[in-house]
């Protein structure tokens, strides 16, 4: 089984930058690629950007402004988001896929304020 544990969201102005981590524990074997996704008031789950071996993708909106980074000794992943604005306010959850399986955590708020 594998827990996943979001930490950094909160309140920030827009302009500003805030670091969301996740901590990865358990049976963790067999997960290739990671991802943090985000999901705003009354719209659906988007993604934001995944890391896969070294390669990383982002979504267009966030491309610039926001990194993904992956530390497999600590089993963390982490998602420096910098210059956010008002419409990046949303729930952030850390996914994995092990074997083909998409795992959440429960999410971590960040709220922009124009």
């Known amino acids: 089984q594998v827990q996943l544990v979001e930490s950094g969201g909160g309140l920030v102005q827009a302009g500003g930058s805030l670091r969301l981590s996740c901590a990865a524990s358990?049976?963790?074997?067999?997960?290739?690629?990671m991802g943090w996704y985000r999901q705003a008031p009354g719209k659906q789950r988007e993604l934001v950007a995944v890391?896969?071996?070294?390669?990383?993708t982002y979504v267009d909106s966030v491309k610039g402004r926001f990194t993904i980074s992956r530390d497999n000794a600590k089993n963390t992943m982490t998602l420096q988001m910098n210059s956010l604005k008002p419409e990046d306010t949303a729930v952030y959850y850390c996914?994995?896929?092990?074997?083909?399986?998409?795992?959440w955590g429960k999410g971590t708020l960040v709220t922009v304020s124009s």
């Open positions: 996914n994995v896929v092990r074997w083909g399986m998409n795992l």
């Open positions: 358990g049976n963790l074997f067999g997960i290739n690629t």
């Open positions: 890391i896969s071996g070294g390669t990383t």
